[in-house]
């Protein structure tokens, strides 16, 4: 799978926990429907996975960090896997 566009969540001046959990939704419709891993920039790493998890549509996720701190997510949500890169921003 091959890393790909980023999104946004929010800017700096405002902190909404829903506009993580939207774009953590987006990202995982983008990774589903490219076939890709689709990186998502965040403000709060632990909320980003927290976002994950909470869905209620997701099941077998689990993730790991990499050596420059981002998250690789992966699972399936709504029977269909993906894949994320979650970057704090």
């Known amino acids: 799978m091959r890393l790909s566009g980023v999104a946004n969540a929010g800017d700096q001046n405002h902190h909404h926990h829903m506009t993580t959990c939207s774009t953590i939704k987006e990202a995982i ?6 076939n890709e891993i689709a990186l998502v920039i965040v403000d709060d790493l632990r909320a980003a996975l927290e976002s994950i998890d909470n869905d209620e549509n997701v099941s077998d996720f689990d993730h790991s960090t990499e050596n420059n701190g981002d998250i690789d997510a992966w699972g399936t949500r709504l029977d269909r896997e993906f894949r994320i890169r979650i970057r704090q921003s």
Request: charged share 15%.
């Open 29 to 34: 419709g983008r990774s589903i429907s490219h």
